[in-house]
Each structure stands twice: as structure tokens, then as C-alpha cells.
């Protein structure tokens, strides 16, 4: 299986703040990775397909970027809705696998 | 406005069989996608755990391989989770969802515990 590290595990940050979280995999996942947004006790948000194509409806505050094995999400201002859990996801080799998640809080 | 809702009981006991159900509104499951379940552990791992696609074919997490089924009722646009031999370890949220790849459509996620 495809390991996924994700950091930070933890990120306090303030109103308007760019925000980044990282992911690498432990081998190259051709960009397919995905990212999502839960917040508490919500079903899971997809936010980005495919390293950099935002889902329908997201803020365009919202970007991803990375090649190979090593992905980010961008939040280019962060804004008080924004806090919640994020967790990416490697769809280039089954079984899928995730990321252990960046608990994002407010300063 | 495509909707997932997952129902079954809370609390199974060690040993037996966990099954649960995946309601699906907006959009029928032989018409395209696969129909995934995932699960959150306490401390938010997830794990994806298999997923049964519009034509009818199964693929599992090998993790898991021999004690999942994904199975269907298209009459009722339903599709079902059943694992056995569960142990504490199989505590968990778990989520039915729709995707190819990636996943758009999530339900809201149901807890299970695995008790006696």
C-alpha cells in the first residue's frame, strides 16, 4: 500500500492567514490526490481532485499544487468557516489511502 | 440533489457480523460510479474499505478481503456493507460514498462499536 504522511498534524493560524498543508506519499502518485475538508460531526468535503482541479461550489481560496510524490493544499486566506479537519487522499493505486488528517484552528 | 444516508446498529458485539445499509437518493447506482464504504477509527484514521460499481463487481481493501462483502439491492437503490468476525478494533465512523476516484458524495457517516 501507498503511505501517506501528512503534516502538520496540528495548525493554529489567524483570520487571513495563508495556510499550508502538506502530503507525501511514499511513492510517486502521478497527482492523483485529492484533498477534503470535514468539519465536526459533517460528512467529508471534497475540495480538490487531482492535485489542482477544484470541486465545484469550493472557494477558489482553496488551491493544490505538487508533482510526484509531494502535494499541497493552500488556503491563500483563511477565513473563520475554514476550521475543521483536512485529510488528502491518493487515488493512483488501489487500495486508496489516506493522509492521518491537519486539525486547523483559529489563533 | 444526490444524497447518501447509512443506517445499522450502533453497537455489535465481538465476534459477530457488522452490516450496514447505504440509502441513496438523486441518483441510481446502476446508472454510473462506484458506491464506496470508508472508515474514520477514533484518533481520525480512515481507511477505504472496498466498493461495489454500477455493473455489480466487488473490489476490497486486501486488508480486509476476507471478512468484507459489498453487496446490493438496486430495487431499492440500496448497497450494503457486511463484515465479520468484527473485534473492538472495527470501532469506527463508517461512511458510504460515490466515486470513481475521487469522492463527491459522502454520507453523514454512522458510528459503530464494537462491544459486549
Known amino acids: 500500500d501507498i503511505q501517506m504522511t501528512q503534516s502538520p498534524s496540528f495548525l493554529s493560524a489567524s483570520v487571513g492567514d495563508r495556510v499550508t498543508i502538506n502530503c507525501k506519499a511514499s511513492q510517486n502518485i502521478n497527482k492523483y490526490l485529492d484533498w477534503y475538508q470535514q468539519k465536526h460531526g459533517e460528512a467529508p468535503k471534497l475540495l480538490i481532485y487531482n492535485t489542482n482541479n477544484l470541486q465545484t461550489g469550493i472557494p477558489s481560496r482553496f488551491s493544490g499544487s505538487g508533482s510526484g510524490a509531494d502535494y499541497t493544499l493552500t488556503i491563500s486566506s483563511l477565513q473563520p468557516e475554514d476550521v475543521a479537519t483536512y485529510f488528502c487522499l491518493q487515488h493512483s493505486s488501489r487500495p486508496d489511502t489516506f493522509g492521518a488528517g491537519t486539525k486547523l484552528e483559529l489563533k | 440533489e444526490i444524497q447518501l444516508q447509512e443506517s445499522g446498529p450502533g453497537l455489535v458485539k465481538p465476534s459477530q457480523s457488522l452490516s450496514l445499509t447505504c440509502s441513496v437518493t438523486?441518483?441510481?447506482?446502476?446508472?454510473?460510479?462506484?458506491w464506496s464504504w470508508i472508515r474514520k477509527f477514533p484518533g481520525n484514521k480512515m481507511e477505504w474499505m472496498g466498493y461495489i460499481s454500477n455493473s455489480g463487481s466487488t473490489n476490497y481493501n486486501p486488508s480486509l478481503k476476507i471478512r468484507i462483502s459489498i453487496t446490493r439491492d438496486t430495487s431499492k437503490n440500496q448497497f450494503f456493507l457486511q463484515l465479520n468476525s468484527v473485534t473492538t478494533e472495527d470501532t469506527a465512523t463508517y461512511y458510504c460514498a460515490r466515486g470513481y476516484n475521487w469522492f463527491a458524495y459522502w454520507g453523514q457517516g454512522t458510528l459503530v462499536t464494537v462491544s459486549s
Open positions: 438523486g441518483y441510481t447506482i446502476t446508472s454510473g460510479y462506484d
